[in-house]
């Protein structure tokens, strides 16, 4: 049984940082990708970042370049999210999730993630003075 444990979320002011994490369990694929998608109220849900197993490439969302930076952790089966100058506009439930990499890809892209395999229960962060 595949298991994704976000934790890390909270209230930050904006400027700040926060850094979510991700653990797995349970995954049994050789190739996937893995990592976060956001939703914030009223809003649908997208692509923030992914990183490929086992490769490790890495990709971004339009609206956090530069900003976050996703990383693994091999030997604890983790992802992280390091979130920095974080504005309210980020202010969101944040996903942990699996797929095939292709999906994953068209997912940052802007299309639809309908080919998620796995998804965590999330985390909110909410960026506010």
């Known amino acids: 049984q595949v298991q994704l444990e976000e934790s890390g979320g909270g209230l930050v002011q904006p400027g700040g940082s926060l850094r979510l994490s991700c653990a797995a369990s349970?995954?049994?694929?050789?190739?996937?990708?893995i990592g976060w998608f956001r939703q914030a109220p009223g809003k649908e849900r997208t692509a923030v970042s992914f990183v490929t197993i086992p490769d490790g490439n890495t990709y971004y969302g339009d609206s956090v370049k530069g900003r976050f930076t996703i990383s693994r952790d091999n030997a604890k089966n983790t992802i992280y999210l390091q979130m920095n100058s974080l504005k309210p506009e980020d202010t969101a439930d944040y996903f942990c999730?699996?797929?095939?990499?292709?999906?994953?890809?068209?997912?940052?892209?802007?299309?639809?993630?309908?080919?998620?395999?796995?998804w965590g229960e999330g985390t909110l962060v909410t960026v506010s003075s």
């Open positions: 999730a699996v797929a095939d990499i292709a999906t994953m890809i068209n997912a940052i892209m802007g299309n639809n993630d309908g080919g998620i395999k796995y």
């Open positions: 349970g995954l049994t694929l050789d190739e996937y990708g």
